[in-house]
């Protein structure tokens, strides 16, 4: 698998480090939906417009969603907003997209137990890793406009991906919690797929 977009969930293979089990059991299990958003998004990296803009209102709106419920879990104090959402926002609004609207995240993102939490923020956090590379490849893409690349620029630290593998390689988890975990991570996957094909139905998103 090639994780060359900055997609939720991206996890660079050979990045594991000996004992981290439930990110080994995430990235496995969350595999194929990965997959299908880098075929969704590749597009942009040749200067889709619409693609690219399509990648920011979807990850605008979940973040939106889902930063909420991870400020109110059991990783609050652990995990926090860094400015990603306002970067999204600011995104949007220069290439005149569409309104925010409230999009209240679906009960299957529970983030109640430490380890749904953890699921959560994975797919999160995860879409950090290639930030840095998407930008280059961005900038060398023939589009007619430069893209706006606040979210890209305010994901490219992976420092606090680095702090939620640490985490994880902490945890002794039952094989319920490891199920309950994964659970969460691949309806999270879902919740941004369904974003997207909300906004990619609601009219042009570009040119």
Excluded at 57 to 66: E, K
Excluded at 94 to 110: K, M
Excluded at 158 to 180: H, K, Q
Excluded at 186 to 205: K, N, Q, S, W
Aim: hydrophobic fraction near 40%.
């Amino acid at each position: 698998m090639t994780h060359t977009l900055t997609l939720p969930g991206a996890d660079p293979a050979g990045a594991d480090a000996p004992g981290e089990t439930l990110r080994d059991r995430l990235r496995a299990d969350t595999r194929e939906a990965h997959e299908a958003l880098d075929a969704r998004f590749s597009p942009m990296m040749a200067g889709d417009a619409g693609r690219y803009a399509l990648f920011l209102l979807m990850n605008r709106d979940a973040h939106a969603a889902i930063e909420p419920l991870l400020s109110a879990s059991p990783l609050a104090g652990e995990w926090r907003a860094t400015g990603r959402l306002e970067a999204a926002r600011q995104d949007c609004r220069i290439l005149g997209l569409p309104a925010e609207r409230a999009v209240p995240a679906p009960p299957e993102l529970d983030a109640g137990t430490r380890a749904g939490a953890l699921g959560l923020a994975y797919v999160l956090e995860g879409s950090r890793l290639g930030a840095k590379y998407l930008l280059r490849a961005l900038a060398r893409a023939p589009a007619r406009n430069p893209f706006p690349t606040h979210y890209l620029e305010a994901s490219s630290d992976a420092g606090p991906f680095t702090g939620l593998m640490r985490a994880m390689a902490r945890e002794s988890f039952s094989p319920a919690e490891l199920s309950r975990s994964t659970e969460v991570a691949r309806h999270t996957f879902r919740f941004f797929g369904r974003l997207a094909d909300e906004h990619e139905t609601a009219g042009p998103l570009g040119s």
